[in-house]
């Protein structure tokens, strides 16, 4: 099946800085794509690239098939795009900003957009500059949607909108364009929406895709338990002792101020198959496991330690698990990419 | 098209209601009389700082404002293609200029002018002559828009544009200035130099905005050569001619810094220094230049001031002395300028227009005036014949209101005096039938030197000289100049005071005596540390110029006459006459260092072959201004070659589906 969208190895720099470091995966027709990545990880620069904005250093990306560097006029009409901040002509009215788009894009339905837009309680004669900007959101939204796209990229698209409207009017704007058959690429910084809406994700880390999968991959093959090593498990909780713990007390814990616990500090940190991240906590670690199975339970137990139920994590666990830095500044995933 | 002339209406609007605005009030404020009546428009220079200042300003906005306000890809993100995005723009930008130029003046014609009471002479067609010097603000417009349009920086873009911009006032300035020059006074060719850079200016705006702003991919094709060339020409023509000016103040500082020539309290010649002050004076240097003892006339005591050949770049000569104001005004003489030549009660005044070989009486009507307002061509002789093109004026200086022409293709002079009503030119002969061969200065007293709180006076009175002698205007008619006048004079100007080498900072200078023989000599130069020092800012503003402009500089290319416009600005006075070849021995060297250092450069970043050879050989001619358009054009950052990483390397982790 041909893709709608297809990043192939695609190089990009910003003077010193590589910003994209052989980016590659593609997006099928009808699916809900989710571009992750911390501030600065290349979701924008990938995004416009796609566009034709900025042209790649070494490889190639392609939409609807087309170049995405030779993208022709004609076919941006068949694209949906909405930019990062939601940008606007600020000094026109909102009918204007209609008629402009209507007057510009042949494929734009115009009584779509008006309907849309005093369904979302917005007023015709009001300018763009005085919306405020999850109204803006929303305006470019519509804008988007209405030319009947048979790809949207959306940049961000969740910025600015409240929690009510990214329910209720995001998400049905989206699926409602999966269900045509209308690929969806689109980054976020809101994991929970990405949970929802999202068929497949991709998590971008130092230019590079680190992960690429989807929901339901993620779900069943990434575990969370808690690992308690043997000399802890036999010690007296504070809880056990009757005595008043940092949390109860208000103070702020060792592992809230980001300082290993001595219990943890002088423990070695579990070395497994399938371990992705363990995060030592109060009385042992958190453990963020890939494809744990019962051999790899076995040599996790050896020694007396207990391992707790598994837990599912969210995307934002997987997320933060995946992309923050440890002491030596390096990623899990790059530090296992080193270490083999 | 609509669509996207809507979508810039508000700004546009705005730029038309302050661009037609303001020039409105300005003509208004002039008045009818100035703008449609009398021909001498260059009065009415504050139109021309208008036309430039708006277009300057409708630019560099229209260029910027998509990226201002971050609407670029909203804009392009539809099945528009850029050219159309650009044209639209550029078209709306252009009519809004030609707009400001028609129509306050339109607007001055239609109402108050129909019924103002000069109306009835009133020169419509000069609505064409405006049109046509205010063209510049096409250029104006486009070199701006030229600049805001280019991949560079923020600071680069503001530096080139305001090179482009200089380029083109002063250019066209010291192009009016030389208006003798045939071709240069024709508005045609004015008008279709003005439309030929705007075109150059665009296209190359075009070219920059088609490739889209990106620093980090190089100018390439087509719009990388043009961009190149573009900015190379205007930045040398702008460069050199602060150059020029700088140079000259570090000159100046050698000039007055040099001894000067007085005569002491026992009539020696003496070369003396003198303080920063003024108060104090040391003789120097007087073993080996002193040749013997000089008396000045009784009458005229005193030294010799130097400046009569400090200043000889003309065109800049000629600009510093009539400021700012005026050079706009300039802009107005192309097609032919208009000169007062003389005025009666202000209501009656003659123009000439040499050019043409038109005298024009305008009669204008006022309180205090009887009659009805009129024109008068004015001819001469009783057969009422047009002058020719090559007529001359002669300053009277005792009188205003009597217009004294020599036609000088026969060599005859004519009168005609406004007060007593005459609208006719009077033959004036010279006594014998003399022929008219043009007017003299002379001299009647020496300068004297400057000292502290005291100025010098310049005694100096205008002779028309013919085949046959020297005369003086005596009121009615001209007679024969006395010879004693002539001969002091002479004496003074060329025979004492010699300046025997023209050197713009190591001039030397003759005083003679009667017979002819030197009494004193001097040769100025860099003796001493300070004055090493002074003259070694004035040497490396040299090497700061364009090393083909200094071979030209040396070849001989000529100074003077004044048609030589450019000249003023672009040839080096130290080269001029083939002098100091190792000035311009060094100024190839930095050519060829800096040619040598970039080709390098540029190999390191990986340009082609020809493009590296385009730049060596551009920097050879051009020096450091090019250098340094090399440098700001072609970035080590647009050339970095990326580390690509093979796709498979290193695979994502989870592949969801695929693993």
Redesign the interface.
Not at chain 1, 73 to 77: I, Q
Not at chain 1, 87 to 92: D, I
Not at chain 1, 103 to 106: F, S
């Given at each position: 099946m041909s893709r709608s969208i297809v990043f192939?190895?695609v190089?990009?720099?910003?003077?010193?800085l590589?910003v994209l470091?052989?980016l590659?995966?593609d997006v099928a027709p009808g699916e809900v794509f989710a571009l992750l990545g911390r501030n600065g990880s290349g979701k924008t620069t990938a995004l416009?690239i796609l566009?034709g904005?900025?042209?790649p250093?070494?490889?190639r990306a392609t939409i609807l098939g087309i170049d995405s560097q030779a993208i022709a006029?004609?076919?941006?009409?068949r694209?949906g795009?909405v930019?990062e901040?939601h940008?606007?002509?600020?000094?026109?009215r909102i009918k204007?900003a209609i008629?402009?788009?209507s007057?510009?894009?042949?494929r734009f339905r115009r009584s779509y957009a008006e309907h849309a837009v005093r369904r979302c309680g917005l007023s015709p004669a009001k300018r763009i500059g005085l919306l405020s900007r999850g109204q803006r959101a929303q305006l470019s939204l519509i804008f988007a949607v209405a030319g009947e796209p048979e790809v949207l990229i959306f940049d961000d698209p969740a910025m600015g909108l409240d929690v009510v409207m990214r329910r209720e009017f995001l998400d049905a704007m989206i699926e409602l364009l999966s269900d045509q058959g209308c690929s969806v690429l689109f980054s976020s910084h809101i994991l929970t929406d990405v949970e929802r809406i999202a068929d497949?994700v991709?998590i971008l880390d130092e230019g590079?895709?680190?992960?690429?999968?989807?929901?339901?991959?993620?779900r069943k093959?990434?575990e969370k338990r808690f690992w308690e090593p043997p000399e802890a498990a036999g010690r007296e909780t504070p809880e056990a002792a009757g005595r008043e713990t940092p949390e109860a007390a208000g103070r702020e814990t060792p592992e809230a101020a980001g300082r290993e616990t001595p219990e943890a500090g002088g423990r070695e940190t579990p070395h497994v198959d399938g371990l992705l991240r363990a995060r030592p906590r109060r009385r042992g670690f958190d453990l963020t496991l890939?494809d744990f199975d019962a051999e790899r339970e076995a040599v996790l137990r050896s020694g007396g330690a207990s391992l707790s139920e598994p837990a599912v994590p969210t995307l934002e666990d997987l997320f933060l698990d995946i992309t923050t830095r440890n002491e030596g500044g390096a990623t899990p995933?790059r530090q296992?990419?080193s270490q083999s | 098209m609509?669509?996207?002339l809507?979508?810039d209406a508000?700004?546009l609007l705005f730029f038309l209601a302050f661009g037609t605005a303001i020039p409105l009030f300005v003509i208004l404020g002039y008045g009818f009389r100035a703008v449609w009546v009398d021909p001498s428009m260059g009065g009415i220079s504050d139109l021309m700082i208008v036309w430039w200042i708006g277009p300057l300003a409708l630019g560099a906005f229209g260029a910027i404002r998509d990226e201002l306000?971050?609407?670029e890809?909203?804009l392009?993100?539809?099945?528009?293609?850029r050219r159309k995005i650009f044209n639209v723009k550029v078209g709306a930008c252009l009519a809004l200029v030609v707009f400001w130029l028609a129509a306050p003046l339109a607007f001055q014609m239609l109402f108050p002018g129909l019924w103002d009471r000069n109306a009835p002479i009133a020169q419509w067609g000069r609505f064409w002559h405006y049109l046509g010097a205010g063209s510049i603000a096409l250029s104006v417009f486009a070199a701006a828009f030229c600049a805001g349009s280019l991949r560079v920086g923020w600071i680069q873009r503001i530096v080139i544009g305001a090179a482009l911009e200089f380029f083109l006032f002063v250019g066209f300035v010291q192009l009016a200035i030389s208006l003798d020059e045939r071709w240069a006074n024709s508005l045609g060719v004015y008008v279709a130099l003005n439309v030929a850079l705007t075109a150059l200016f665009l296209v190359v705006a075009y070219g920059n905005h088609a490739q889209?702003r990106?620093?980090?991919?190089p100018m390439v094709g087509k719009t990388g050569w043009l961009t190149a060339v573009t900015l190379g020409v205007g930045l040398i023509f702008s460069a050199t001619f602060v150059i020029a000016q700088i140079q000259e103040e570090f000159r100046m500082d050698v000039i007055h810094h040099y001894p000067w020539i007085v005569e002491d309290s026992e009539g020696a010649i003496r070369l003396i220094t003198v303080d920063s002050e003024g108060q104090t004076y040391a003789e120097c240097d007087a073993e080996h230049s002193v040749k013997g003892a000089f008396h000045f006339p009784e009458d005229d005591p005193g030294g010799r001031s130097l400046t009569q050949w400090w200043t000889y770049q003309p065109g800049w000569d000629e600009m510093r002395e009539m400021g700012y104001h005026s050079w706009f005004g300039k802009f107005f003489d192309f097609g032919g300028r208009w000169e007062r030549i003389a005025t009666f009660e202000h209501n009656k005044r003659c123009y000439l227009n040499s050019t043409k070989g038109l005298v024009h009486l305008y009669k204008t009507k006022s309180p205090r005036m009887e009659g009805e307002p009129a024109v008068v061509d004015l001819r001469k002789g009783p057969k009422a014949e047009r002058f020719s093109t090559d007529v001359e004026r002669i300053w009277l200086e005792e009188t205003d209101h009597v217009a004294v022409l020599a036609d000088l293709s026969d060599g005859t002079i004519w009168k005609c005096d406004l007060s007593e009503g005459e609208e006719r030119f009077e033959s004036a002969p010279l006594p014998g039938g003399d022929r008219y061969l043009g007017c003299k200065t002379y001299e009647l007293a020496q300068n004297r030197i400057v000292r502290n709180g005291q100025t010098y006076e310049r005694v100096k009175r205008t002779y028309v000289i013919g085949s046959k002698g020297a005369y003086v205007w005596n009121g009615t008619s001209f007679e024969t100049a006395p010879d004693e006048i002539i001969a002091h004079s002479a004496a003074l100007g060329e025979r004492f005071f010699v300046v025997t080498r023209v050197d713009p900072i190591a001039p030397a200078v003759e005083f003679r005596g009667d017979g002819g023989e030197i009494l004193f000599s001097h040769r100025y130069g860099l003796f001493t540390g300070a004055q090493k020092f002074r003259g070694a800012l004035v040497y490396f503003m040299s090497l700061l110029r364009a090393p083909l402009l200094q071979i030209a500089s040396f070849g001989g290319v000529s100074q003077k006459p004044r048609a030589t416009f450019l000249c003023a600005t672009l040839i080096d006075p130290l080269l001029n006459g083939r002098n100091r070849l190792w000035l311009l021995g060094a100024n190839l060297l930095v050519g060829v260092i800096l040619a040598l250092c970039a080709v390098k450069r540029l190999a390191q970043m990986g340009l082609s072959k020809g493009r590296r050879l385009f730049w060596a050989l551009s920097i050879l001619l051009g020096g450091v201004m090019v250098a340094l358009l090399c440098a700001v054009l072609e970035t080590r950052?647009a050339y970095?070659v990326?580390?690509?990483?093979?796709?498979d390397?290193?695979p994502?982790?989870?592949?969801?589906?695929?693993?």
């Open positions: 192939d190895n190089h990009r720099h910003f003077g010193a590589d470091r052989g590659t995966f416009r566009l904005f900025l042209a250093m070494h490889g006029p004609v076919e941006r009409d694209i795009y930019a901040g940008r606007l002509y600020a000094s026109m204007d008629a402009f788009e007057d510009t894009r042949p497949r991709g590079r895709l680190v992960v690429d999968a989807t929901m339901v991959d993620l093959r990434v890939l995933l296992r990419e | 609509k669509a996207l809507k979508k508000n700004w306000t971050r609407t890809e909203y392009r993100h539809r099945p528009i293609s889209g990106d620093p980090d991919r950052r970095r990326t580390r690509v990483i093979a796709a390397d290193v994502p982790l989870l592949i969801g589906g695929k693993a």
